[in-house]
């Protein structure tokens, strides 16, 4: 059975965007909330968003300084209940 999963990206994003795409191998629903801050802009992180975005992975984020979809962290506190995993970075 699919497990559904939650990233939640702050300090260290090169690992938790390079492990978010990892877990887009098995058959589970992986979504990515990027908070607090701005995406840095490297060749890693540009790489893992592009094939993030090109497995239907849902990135989301509490910062306008993204381009992601955004939510406020309530809704994001509120949308983490309906996960079985979530995994902090």
């Known amino acids: 059975m699919a497990k559904r ?3 939640l990206v702050r300090d260290r994003q090169d690992e938790a965007l390079r492990m978010a795409v990892g877990l887009t191998l098995a058959d589970d629903e992986v979504n990515v ?3 607090d801050r701005k995406v840095a802009s490297n ?3 540009d790489l893992n968003v592009e094939t993030l975005g090109d497995m239907g992975t849902k990135i989301f ?3 306008p300084e993204n381009s992601f979809e955004q939510k406020t ?3 994001i506190a509120k949308a983490l209940a309906a996960y079985d995993v979530i995994i902090p970075y």
């Open 73 to 75: 962290t309530e809704e």
């Open 33 to 35: 909330f990027i908070m």
């Open 5 to 7: 999963i939650a990233v």
């Open 61 to 63: 984020s509490n910062t």
């Open 43 to 45: 060749e890693a992180n």
